[in-house]
């Protein structure tokens, strides 16, 4: 049996395996279609969970042909800062709070505190 010298060869980008003895899963392809009529085939493991949509090379969603329709998720709505800080803070707390950082602005400023 020859041996095999690691001089010279890049360790990280070769494997020294071989695919003798090597079985390979049973394969299907299955085929998405997006709305721009794109058809992407995609090999899939027999066992393998096949997802109902698929992202095209167009960019838009593409859905399994002859598959089951995806689930229509909510949307989450997108919070603020403002809706943050409402869950915190009641408008009159951040009145109050604004008046005592004008005042804080004012004093430093050298200005008189306005009266209330």
Avoid: Q
């Avoid at 049996?1 to 494997?15: C, F, I, K, P």
């Amino acid at each position: 049996m020859a041996e095999r010298s690691l001089r010279g060869t890049n360790l990280s980008a070769l494997s020294m395996e071989t695919d003798e003895n090597v079985v390979l899963s049973e394969r299907r392809i299955t085929r998405y279609v997006c709305e721009n009529k794109h058809i992407s085939e995609l090999p899939f493991s027999v066992e393998a969970d096949v997802p109902p949509v698929w992202e095209c090379r167009c960019g838009l969603e593409a859905k399994l042909v002859d598959g089951p329709e995806p689930e229509n998720k909510p949307a989450k709505v997108a919070r603020t800062h403002w809706d943050m800080l409402l869950e915190r803070r009641s408008i009159p707390e951040l009145e109050d709070l604004l008046e005592e950082r004008l005042d804080l602005l004012r004093a430093a400023r050298g200005e008189k505190p306005k009266k209330k």
